[in-house]
Structure formats: structure tokens, C-alpha cells
């Protein structure tokens, strides 16, 4: 039984949420619909799922449950499963692998970052690709192996410049601008996988069209931009110059940024009450920016040691006394 003595036991709980979804997603592809449940009680389901899954044991019972093969097909089901399951899917994958090492490496052993990355430039909705970018996010966040992994795909520097809008323009309407949300997640995930322990120069170049982006078009209230993704623009470039891995990025647009920077300290410096206080961090962030570009120097390549010839040993026209 689920219940024993008034307490719910997780674990059976999700053996039969998993089974109620497994024998909805076999109607799904053969009706097109779910005669069992309606989509409103898998959707509850769904969301009980994600909440036991939040605690890293039961995340660890879920995949001895085959649990993740079971989101990762859902998710792809895209003509036949209906989009609220599989946002919810997807938002369950997040929670399950999010800093759980043991999941994150099990959803590596799935494929999981090329099923993802492949879901993310076939969806037209940004709502959805907000979603596999947390997802994505959550397998690779703190794990080095999964990092590494995805920053040497082909389709890692693509997917974040769609995320964030390279290509596009705030200016321009014939180039639809993604979301706040999806720039946002997008915005988290680059900070992550930049000023992470395992990052380097390599790194740091091979996404810096995407942080050259974020300092032309993230920083300015004009842009409509709201205050929380400018904040974590500020905080993602200073992190960047505090490491010091490569910041010709930024120091090609060093003039435009202080530029920028001396006018919106000036604005928030004169705010008052409330308004003041929500900008403290901002403005603390801009300053801090500005004192490190004022800094900042070409970054210094490696030199290549030179390979010396070792010639023969001339040959000794005497012997030694």
C-alpha cells in the first residue's frame, strides 16, 4: 500500500505514478489520448513526481525505477503527447539530475545532452526551449565530465547564441527576440558553464561571440531588458574579468560599456526609497565593472617553446690525456 499508518511511502508513490504515465503514454501514441486519466490528473501526478524527486535519495530510487529513459522518451513524443506533460517531464528531469552527480552521469550514459540539444533547435516555442535549456543546465551544472562534455559539441556554442538572441536585434521586429525567460535561463547556464572550476581560455573563447552579445545588448534598461537579467549580465561579466582567462571580448567594447556604465550609475545613484534600495546591487555590480575595465589588458598568449636541435658531438680529434 501507499499510505501506511497515515505516511506516504515515496517510493511505492512513485512506482505508481510511474506506471499510470507509462500506460498513458502507450494510449497517447495509439489514440492520441489518455482514456484512463484526463491531463489534468497526469499533470498532478507530474507535479507530485517532481516534488518527492526534489530529495536526492528518492531522485536516486527514481532511476533505479527507470525513470529517466521514461522523461527523455515523453519529452520527444511531440505529436502525440500533449505539451503540458511534456513541460512537466522536462521540469522533472531538471529536479532530478540538478547537483545529484550519481543522475547527472546516468542521463550522460542516455545521451541525454544530444536528445536535448536536438529537442531544443526542432521546438518552435520558446516556452519549451527555455525548459531544455534548465534541463541542459541541470545534467551539466557542477559535474566536469558533463561540462566538458557538452562544450565540445558542435551544437553547444549554436544553442546559446539562440538562446540568448544572436542574430536578432532588440531594434529590429522582423527578428524575433526570445523570451525573457529563455534569455534568462540561457544567461544562467553561460554564467555556470564560464566561471565554473573547470573552465579555461579554450572555454572562455569559444563562447565569447555569445558574452560579446550580452555586453552590447543585456546592460541597457532601453533595450527592454528588465532589471533582474541585466543584474546577471553585470554579475557574468565581472566574473569574467575577475578571472582574467581571456578578456579581449570586452576589451574591444570597453569605450561603450563605460560609456553606458557612467550614465546608468548616474541614474541609480539617484533613485530613492525602494527604488534605491531593489537597485543597490545593480549599481554596486556596474561600479565594479567599470573598475575593472579601467584595468584590464590584452590577454597574454602562451608563448610555444622552441624545439632545440640537438646536433651530433663533433668528433674528437684526440684522444684525452
Known amino acids: ?93 531538471s529536479t532530478v539530475c540538478q547537483n545529484n552527480p550519481p543522475v547527472q552521469l546516468q542521463l550522460l550514459e542516455l545521451s541525454s545532452l544530444r536528445t536535448l540539444s536536438e529537442m531544443f533547435f526542432v521546438e518552435t516555442r520558446d516556452d519549451f526551449k527555455a525548459k531544455i535549456v534548465q534541463a541542459i543546465s541541470a545534467n551539466v551544472r557542477n559535474h566536469t565530465t558533463a561540462e566538458t562534455i ?33 534569455r534568462k535561463k540561457t544567461v544562467f547556464f553561460l554564467r555556470a558553464l564560464i566561471t565554473s572550476d573547470s573552465s579555461d581560455r579554450t572555454r572562455v573563447r569559444k563562447f565569447e561571440a555569445s558574452t560579446g552579445y550580452i555586453a552590447d545588448n543585456f546592460l541597457d534598461d532601453d533595450n527592454n531588458n528588465s532589471s533582474e537579467i541585466g543584474e546577471m549580465s553585470l554579475q557574468y561579466l565581472n566574473r569574467i574579468l575577475e578571472q582574467k582567462f581571456s578578456v579581449n571580448a570586452l576589451l574591444t567594447r570597453k569605450n561603450s560599456i563605460v560609456a553606458l556604465g557612467i550614465r546608468r550609475i548616474a541614474t541609480l545613484r539617484n533613485l530613492e526609497g525602494e527604488e534605491k534600495e531593489y537597485a543597490a546591487i545593480q549599481l554596486e555590480e556596474w561600479e565594479t565593472l567599470i573598475r575593472q575595465l579601467s584595468r584590464i589588458t590584452p590577454d597574454e598568449e602562451e608563448e610555444q617553446q622552441p624545439i632545440l636541435m640537438i646536433g651530433a658531438s663533433p668528433i674528437p680529434t684526440a684522444l684525452p690525456q
Open 150 to 182: 557538452f562544450c565540445e559539441t558542435e551544437q553547444a556554442t549554436e544553442l546559446i547564441a539562440q538562446g540568448l538572441g544572436v542574430g536578432s536585434s532588440c531594434n529590429n521586429e522582423e527578428e524575433e527576440v526570445p523570451t525573457e525567460k529563455l
Open 1 to 93: 500500500e501507499v499510505m501506511k499508518n497515515g505516511i506516504i511511502d515515496e517510493n511505492e508513490r512513485m512506482k505508481y505514478i510511474l506506471e499510470q504515465m507509462t500506460n498513458a503514454m502507450e494510449e497517447f501514441k495509439k489514440n492520441g489520448s489518455s482514456s484512463s486519466n484526463t491531463i489534468e490528473e497526469l499533470e498532478e501526478l507530474l507535479f507530485e513526481l517532481n516534488d518527492i524527486v526534489e530529495n536526492i535519495d528518492y531522485a536516486r530510487a527514481f532511476c533505479f525505477l527507470k525513470g529517466l529513459p521514461f522523461l527523455l522518451g515523453c519529452c520527444q513524443q511531440r505529436e502525440k503527447v500533449p505539451d503540458s506533460i511534456r513541460i512537466a517531464c522536462l521540469g522533472i528531469l
